[in-house]
């Protein structure tokens, strides 16, 4: 007979999976989704969370705490290969395949393992991503990497490597995609031993320059819904070299929001009015007024609430497609948990959006939507979207 | 850096208590099964204490105490423990209280792992619901200690987890913009 855990008193259960050791747990989480919601929610923290991109293969390091602290060495450390298929291959510093077959999981990919481990653990980002000389770009353009405020480099790493990897995961993949899945830091700074073309980083992407030449290049990128990213490149060799190892090549700035305060984000405020019109290869406008517009945002939840809303845009583009339509909401709150999205108000809304992941039509309130996030509905009095991702 | 060994260790009692004369009481369950317990024991249980006090501050001769949430098998094994456990000093218990590396000592590790999966449950169930801190400490460390290195599976067949995993996600509410 199952000793029915989920059904003890939730102190109980709580203390009982807090005896767990790692690896346990993370066979407990694994059990249904209602047990990750429960592993989550114990908030345990890792001591050190680091990846390592190989050849093919991404190794996550989990370790538990300090090895001053340790009590038990050989539940101290986890390390898990991953890579884009299901194959994952856990072990301990030892080298025993411990904990091999013991988290099964067939439909998971090696992006689901790591969305997993961080999701459990309570991780925002990868502290440190690391890229080793073996790494190769056909893997790292399958495998869907998680935000992190440092990346570094090998020092072997040649610079054809670190050129692509900067451009790829920094500019490219971590601001420049609109799909909202990578997040957004403010500034980039490149901190690199030798001189590389920040033209050939950037490439495709359209920027200015700042300042430069003399102590490297600071630029300004933009992105069609004019948000802006500065992306500092400078040679580092005489601070940098002293100090580490390893040198590092791309770190974001503390101060950046997505960064220095990964739980918390409140925007927003009283009579909040912008503008903007572009033309470039297409037209690219909006217009915005509202009487009272704040959101409040953290990794789980986000909340928004805005008074007399009103707003227009026009957006033509050859590559992004069309995007036109009218914000009436008089009153509207919105909350966005993992896997939904619920508003309500009074919203008279009108547009029509056809854009290559995204279409949205809707007409005085009622309407319907569906892109990579998910598929939503709408009238005027409630509006319901449902994520699958 | 060598690493260290585990040193979790069991507080040792302070003093050892002077034995007073046993003072047995009736002690009913929810199922009207009615046993018999040296009140020294049924102390560990901050819900009977309370009620013991009261007997004693208001003078009234204390003959039966009514359980009614804890049915007689588990009531008897409640007492057992208790019985056990009447001389220890209660700092111990509330010292170990939510720590991760308890040591259970030899009998009580015996005693609960001996026992079926359901009736540990109901055991941990009614320690929580006397409010037996020690009790509550070593049943679920014994939990966690069952569930060492089970792989996924056996741990969904021993915690009775039917709820299969449904689509797999990639959202970690971390990595959106």
Known sequence: MPIRLLSLPTKDFQYTLNCMNDGDLIAFSLCSKHSKNLTKSLNRKNWKTRARVFEDSVQLDLIVCRYEEVQNQDENEIYISLDTSSRIEPYRDCGVATEMNRWRKPEFTGTHWLAHFLSIFNESMVPVLKITRECKMAFLNTFIFPKCPILRFERECTNELIEQCVSKLSAEHLWMMSNHRFYRPKSIQLNLMERISGDRILKGIRYEILDGPRYGFLYRLKRADEKELEVSIRLGRDVISSKMKNYEACETENKSVACEVPGDKIDGGVICGNSNFEIDEGINSSANFAILDVSHRDHEHSKRLAVANFGAKLNFSKNDGVDVGIDADLVRYAYEGENFKVGTGLSYSTGIKFQPESVKIQVLGYGFEYDNDGFGLKIPLLDLKFKWW | ?177
Not at chain 2, 28 to 44: E, K
Not at chain 2, 110 to 127: E, R, V
Request: proline share 7%; hydrophobic share 35%; aromatic share 6%.
């Open chain 2, 1 to 177: 850096m060598a690493p260290k060994k585990n040193s979790a260790k069991r507080p040792q009692p302070s003093t050892p208590k002077p034995s007073a004369p046993a003072r047995i009481v009736k002690v009913q369950s929810s199922d009207g099964h009615i046993l018999q317990a040296d009140v020294r024991a049924l102390l560990l249980s901050s819900t009977l204490a309370a009620t013991i006090k009261g007997y004693d501050d208001e003078n009234k001769p204390l003959e039966k105490l009514e359980v009614n949430n804890v049915v007689g098998f588990t009531l008897k094994l409640v007492l057992e423990w208790c019985e056990k456990h009447k001389e220890d000093d209660p700092a111990i218990a509330q010292a170990e209280k939510d720590k991760k590396n308890i040591f259970i000592p030899s009998w009580d590790r015996h005693f609960l792992t001996k026992l079926p999966m359901g009736n540990l449950f109901d055991l941990i169930t009614a320690a929580y619901h006397l409010d037996i801190t020690g009790l509550i400490n070593y049943g679920c460390k014994t939990v966690a200690n069952s569930a060492k290195g089970k792989s996924t599976e056996e741990m969904r067949e021993l915690f009775g987890i039917p709820e299969p995993w449904e689509q797999p996600s990639t959202s970690t509410a971390t990595w959106d913009d």
